[in-house]
């Protein structure tokens, strides 16, 4: 099955300064990739997605990268605000092959943005 | 917020109870997947439903069952309750199973703790 490893599991930056939180999976068939802030206490929120065919999306000041014949995928945060602040997981889907929409995350990400 | 309610919020029951846990799916979505997420950790894929039928399943044990309803709600059932079972249980919501229409939605999850 698949499986996805998720660096660095704490990450400290500045306000103003970015971020960056890689994953690696384990399944090339996989082909779907969200990412998802969880605030304490709160549901996962899902931020940005990008599928197999797209190397690359951008809304604001969030961006994902993928690499597939690498099998990476990267989430960039950009100005970084005290509210971005969370943990942060990323999650991978294969082809749907009867398995459901299943999605195998990561072990997440504790952003903290400080002033 | 998204459109996925779940209920009850917490939950406080011993090993060897039985518990139900509800999901209310985001209006226009028919398929629903639960996730068990343990405390500092990723969630973990337990099943999903879609046209009331169970459509994939992760490595949770039979004593995890679930059903869904004609209006797409769901219900996980855990019966033989143990200490590990202690965890947030979320639920996620999407258009349907096939690939292109698959955002999940998260709930606000129930804290289902055993004593």
């Known amino acids: 099955g698949e499986n996805v490893e998720q660096h660095p599991s704490t990450l400290s930056v500045q306000e103003g300064d970015s971020a960056v939180i890689k994953c690696t999976y384990s399944?090339?068939?996989?082909?779907?990739f969200p990412w998802y802030k969880q605030e304490l206490g709160k549901r996962p929120q899902l931020i940005i997605d990008?599928?197999?065919?797209?190397g690359e999306k951008k809304d604001q000041r969030i961006a994902v990268t993928l690499n597939k014949t690498a099998k990476h995928f990267s989430l960039h945060i950009t100005e970084t605000q005290p509210e971005d602040s969370a943990v942060y997981f990323c999650?991978?889907?294969?082809?749907?092959?009867?398995?459901?929409?299943?999605?195998?995350f990561g072990t997440g990400t504790q952003l903290k943005v400080e002033l | 917020e998204t459109g996925v309610t779940q209920s009850p919020t917490h939950l406080i029951k011993t090993r060897g109870q039985q518990v139900t846990l509800r999901c209310s799916s985001q209006?226009?979505?028919?398929?629903v997947s639960w996730y068990q997420q343990a405390l500092g950790q990723g969630p973990q894929f337990i099943f999903q439903?879609?046209?009331?039928?169970?459509?994939g399943r992760g490595n949770f044990p039979p004593r995890f069952s679930g059903l869904q309803f004609p209006n797409y709600s769901s219900e996980l059932n855990v019966n033989a309750l143990e200490l590990d079972d202690s965890a947030l249980y979320l639920c996620?919501?999407?258009?349907?199973?096939?690939?292109?229409?698959?955002?999940?939605?998260f709930g606000p999850g129930t804290r289902l703790t055993v004593l």
């Open positions: 996620a919501s999407s258009p349907a199973a096939a690939a292109g229409v698959d955002t999940q939605y």
């Open positions: 399944d090339s068939a996989s082909n779907y």
């Open positions: 990008i599928r197999s065919n797209v």
């Open positions: 999650a991978a889907r294969p082809l749907l092959t009867g398995g459901g929409n299943k999605l195998t």
């Open positions: 209006s226009g979505h028919n398929t």
């Open positions: 439903y879609y046209r009331e039928e169970e459509n």
